[in-house]
DNA sequence: AGGTCTATGTGACAATTGTTACTGTAAGAG
DNA sequence: CTCTTACAGTAACAATTGTCACATAGACCT
């Protein structure tokens, strides 16, 4: 485990891995699993260590928006807030290939604050990271419309999976950007016309 | 200025408050300064000591929208992120009132961090208040249509002023809202009919 | 009073998005 | 192979929001 997590957490400092190895706990999660759901209580933060995950943020009746992913080497940023608040979680985390977490609980985190460096510099990274995130969020949703925000959903999941094929379902798609389903399907279309994309059955091929 | 810096800022310890007085400079805005620009260059962060200011997030075509308030206490965690990696205004910063700021250079910003907790501590407690503020943020535009956002933009105004009276006019609440002035005006009328509001000209009376 | 702003009201229409309803079709189970 | 189910296409319509055009009204100056 150490040499996966130094190669995982670069920065973090020999004495802090060490601490992790001996207080920290390892949770594992399938893909598909729900990890985190919006009002469960949280008292610890997550560090990824394998496989990706969506954070989504769910609205009073029903909805959800996808807001980030997370990658092996980050952490999530609201499990901080939360947890540094012991609050009730404000967003649910979905595994999206089978995921590997490092559990650090509260006690732990704020005391780590204090004494090693290379931890307190990691969370600010994170509040950074999830910040700029957040801001990208705010302007896709503020300022462009359906259509726009549709391709730059698929170049996002492109570059995710580091392919040119998007394995979702228009329903799927429909969820995360909290519309429905026809209206994915009619801009997808459109977007076929244009030739920027080859349409399958439970796949979307990116052209171009 | 040690007085005022300690009522503000309660946490900092008296060595902080010390180093700030020796270090850094206060700069002073007159309501409607924009006192930052997006693309514009930072290397310092910004606390509030006087006044109220918004900040915004702007789209490449023009558009504005408003993301949240500064009261004095409380400093800008865009300007933080910014002057941690030196880069460009992500937001604009307008004054609300008169305006008076304590400006930290990067190289203290960093420096204090390892030196003084309470500053540490204020650092995350920024981002944290600001992160969740953004949750919102995204909330509102992502889940809520135009009417109910109207209705928590004037909600929140009249909060901020701690008075009943918003003294805006229907141009400048579209701008905020990224949207057009008729559709405020229409909604207005609306809230109006349903005895939510009364409707003056350059200010809104909410009702209830 | 008359003139000149700016703010507001409002109707008509376009564009986008949400909703309903129904069709066809591919994949997988038995 | 056939049945079932999930996925995708699409037409028609509703609701919301954006846009254009123009009317009205108050504020302020001279």
């Known amino acids: 485990m150490q040499d996966s997590l130094k190669k995982t957490f670069p920065t973090f400092s020999n004495e802090l891995i060490q601490e992790i190895q001996e207080h920290a ?40 928006f996808l807001m980030y992913f997370l990658q092996p080497g980050q952490a999530c ?8 608040k012991s609050q009730t979680s404000q967003i649910t985390a979905v595994a999206v290939d089978d995921v590997e977490l490092i559990i650090v ?9 204090m004494e090693h460096r290379s931890w ?14 957040l801001l990208e ?24 999976c580091g392919c040119k094929d998007v394995k979702l379902s228009h329903q799927e798609i429909a ?14 279309k459109k977007m076929e016309q244009r030739g920027l994309v080859q349409l399958h059955r439970n796949h979307i091929e990116l052209l171009n």
């Open 137 to 160: 969020v705010v302007d896709n949703i503020a300022f462009r419309a359906m259509d726009e925000r549709l391709e730059f959903y698929l170049k996002r999941h492109s570059d995710a």
């Open 25 to 64: 706990s390892i949770q594992s999660f399938k893909a598909g699993d729900v990890m985190m759901r919006t009002g469960q209580y949280i008292n610890n933060t997550m560090l990824v260590t394998k496989g990706q995950l969506k954070v989504f943020r769910e609205g009073e009746n029903g909805g959800e």
């Open 120 to 133: 307190n510099e990691f969370v600010i990274y994170t509040y950074r990271i999830r910040f700029e995130e």
């Open 105 to 113: 609980p509260l006690s732990l985190m704020e005391k780590w604050m």
């Open 175 to 188: 969820r995360d950007l909290n519309t429905s389903r026809e209206v994915i399907s009619r801009l997808l």
């Open 77 to 84: 940023a609201v499990s901080m807030i939360c947890a540094t």
